[in-house]
């Protein structure tokens, strides 16, 4: 039996849950932000990227489908779920438990540090991506240059995703570099996984903070009334 009272199959089958599905929502990340980052080269790049994903060349009106947005979006709140409950287990429950996590905080190992880190960022992120996709799934046509920058100037969500965007990165960019230690550790140099992972950091900030400002740039200029984008 371990700590928390479930048997050692139980807990790696769970252990291999966690890892699976923080490993899809990181990559789901990874791809996220470099198609939303579109927005940097133009409203219409992100119009034609939002009408690719969307599947608009199956459309015979070239608007795509909304639908598969919501498949999507139910698709990471199912992945969202099973990786939280099996990553629950992981929190201190018990007065031992929080002094030993002291007492790991006082030590001075990168790794020990990361994985706090990546603790602190995941309590975070259990109440904040939660908003962000009950948005999504609320209005799922509301995607495209004019409607997202909207959302983001008018409604108040670019708040949100300033908080949203480091948080979310560093953590999916943590757990990417402990799966590939504990599932590739003897094949892996950990000096050098280390490297690679805080260049992706500072990658996908600094891209992430990109296209944030340049969502905040197209909301200073929408049309009144609003309107969806259409290309010319």
């Known amino acids: ?43 219409e790049a992100f119009y034609r990227v939002v009408r690719i994903l969307e599947a ?30 099996t990553a629950l287990r992981r929190f201190p ?49 509301a995607i495209g240059p004019h409607q997202s920058a909207y959302r983001i100037v008018e409604q108040g969500f670019g708040w949100l995703y300033m908080l949203l965007m480091p948080l979310v990165v560093l953590h999916a960019v943590i757990g990417l570099y402990r799966l590939s230690l504990k599932w590739f550790g003897d094949k892996v140099s950990r000096a050098k996984a ?8 500072l990658w996908l900030l600094v891209l992430g903070s990109a296209s944030l400002v340049m969502w905040l740039a197209v909301g200073q200029s929408l049309p009144v009334p609003l309107t969806p984008y259409s290309p010319n």
């Open 194 to 201: 280390r490297k690679l992972a805080l260049g992706v950091t």
């Open 56 to 85: 608009g060349f199956l459309d015979p009106q070239g608007h795509g489908f909304p639908a598969l947005t919501v498949l999507v979006a139910l698709t990471l709140t199912v992945l969202l779920l099973i990786h939280a409950l």
């Open 1 to 43: 039996m371990t700590p928390n009272g479930v048997s050692g199959r139980t807990a790696a089958r769970l252990d291999r849950w966690q890892g699976l599905s923080g490993a899809a929502l990181a990559i789901f990340l990874l791809f996220h932000l470099h198609f939303e980052s579109s927005i940097l080269f133009g409203k």
């Open 93 to 141: 429950q018990k007065y031992r438990q929080w002094r030993a996590l002291k007492q790991q905080a006082g030590l001075r190992l990168p790794d020990t540090r990361l994985w706090l880190l990546q603790l602190a960022t995941g309590f975070a992120l259990f109440f904040l991506v939660p908003v962000h996709l009950i948005g999504i799934l609320l209005d799922p046509a």
